[in-house]
């Protein structure tokens, strides 16, 4: 039996309830690991107030000039979410002998008015979009604190890179760069590339006496800073106030869709094509340290 398939276009509300679920597919957006900005339809500024202010005695004579009068700061980032897409084709005569030769794939958002084969595709395609687009974003993470942070936020990684035994001493390195007022607000995090985990399971493995690093499940914790795990690249670490790395999107962006289709009118392949936006930010860079 011939397959014959009616092209789909998911956009507006269907598109959203997808987008939407390829998103909280990746634990950096499911758990809340950043800041998340989920309706930028254009450029939009990202502000955070900062500030330091200490009691001080009455003095009716009070001279601001040689007070300690604290400090109010203001960081303004911007982000303007760019227009990215994923692509891929499906050849239905492998799917000709199997249950999709049949009338599975007629015409048909997610568990509303879709066939079986786009909802077995969506399934498959739906977590490997989510990773890509979470590697993407923290490599972009990575690639801009290169830029936007000092020489003196910066800590060079280890010759021999992160090891068991060195774990510890430079997370240390790390933790004790972070600024303390940021650790007093208890949004201070240190992110870690995911293969750093095992290291600090075996490292307190090794340690007879007491553990180095508070492991509960998924919840890792240093010196009592939360310790997360994101694709950063091995032998990296970046830390600061998790409120203050963006990841900026817009879900319902009329120009975003996702389309399943034949690749040409001559031919039966079907494609599959995903279109939405993205952008991120670190807000106040003086804040944030980079291991790498």
């Known amino acids: 039996m011939p397959i014959t398939y009616n092209p789909k276009l998911f956009s507006g509300d269907y598109y959203a309830q997808i987008y939407s679920e390829t998103l909280t597919t990746a634990k950096t957006l499911s758990n809340n690991y950043v800041h998340i900005m989920p309706n930028v339809k254009t450029e939009q500024f990202v502000t955070t107030f900062s500030a330091s202010i200490t009691e001080q005695d009455y003095a009716s004579d009070f001279d601001p000039a040689t007070a300690d009068r604290g400090s109010v700061t203001i960081s303004d980032e911007k982000v303007m979410p760019l227009k990215k897409m994923f692509f891929t084709t499906v ?102 590339d995911e293969s750093v985990k095992d290291l600090m399971i075996l490292a307190n493995l090794y340690e007879n006496y007491k553990e180095k690093f508070i492991i509960n499940g998924d919840s890792v914790s240093f010196l009592g800073t939360a310790v997360l795990f994101v694709p950063l690249g091995a032998n990296t670490m970046f830390a600061g106030n998790k409120n203050e790395v963006v990841f900026a999107t817009d879900v319902v962006n009329d120009e975003a869709s996702i389309e399943i289709g034949k690749l040409n009118n001559y031919g039966d392949k079907l494609f599959f094509k995903s279109v939405y936006t993205r952008d991120k930010a670190i807000v106040v860079p003086s804040q944030k340290i980079l291991y790498s």
């Open 91 to 192: 050849d239905p005569e492998t799917l000709r002998f199997t249950r999709f030769g049949d009338d599975k794939m007629g015409a048909g958002a997610r568990n509303l008015t879709i066939t079986e084969f786009e909802n077995k595709l969506l399934d498959t395609l739906i977590p490997q979009m989510a990773r890509s687009i979470e590697v993407a974003f923290w490599s972009d993470i990575k690639t801009l604190a290169g830029t936007k942070l000092a020489a003196g936020n910066k800590i060079a990684k280890n010759a021999s890179g992160l090891t068991v035994s060195n774990i510890y001493g430079e997370m240390e390195k790390v933790w004790k760069a972070i600024p303390s007022q940021v650790r007093a607000t208890g949004q201070a995090v240190i992110y870690a």
